[in-house]
């Protein structure tokens, strides 16, 4: 019984030994989605009683509004953060795109 209790520790050691590793390029990534200026982190971090070293607690608190197009909602703001998506316009913009692209293709033939 001893042997598999040892077994069984060893086991669990290695799992959470894996579970951090594997965390770490989701961490990085986010630390990336986050200013760079340490006294931003601090402030948010005691704004919202988090720690300032947590990528994944200040994501939860400020996600919704990372840099790039990319946003972290609680579960209960979902419904808030979702806009209709529309295409209105959508092919006025393609013609302007297609009317560009014809004119640069004469140009680069006549010249």
Not at 24 to 29: C, L, S, V
Not at 31 to 53: E, I, M, T, Y
């Amino acid at each position: 019984m001893a042997r598999h209790k040892k077994r069984d520790t060893a086991f669990r050691l290695h799992a959470a030994r894996r579970s951090r590793t594997s965390a770490k390029p989701i961490e990085a990534f986010l630390w990336g989605l986050l200013p760079d200026n340490a006294a931003v982190s601090d402030r948010w971090a005691r704004k919202f009683q988090c720690s300032a070293r947590n990528p994944f607690a200040l994501i939860s608190h400020v996600g919704e509004d990372c840099a790039g197009a990319v946003q972290f909602v609680r579960l209960e703001r979902v419904e808030v953060c979702i806009a209709p998506v529309s295409f209105e316009g959508v092919d006025h913009y393609a013609e302007i795109y297609r009317e560009v692209g014809e004119a640069m293709h004469d140009l680069s033939e006549a010249g």
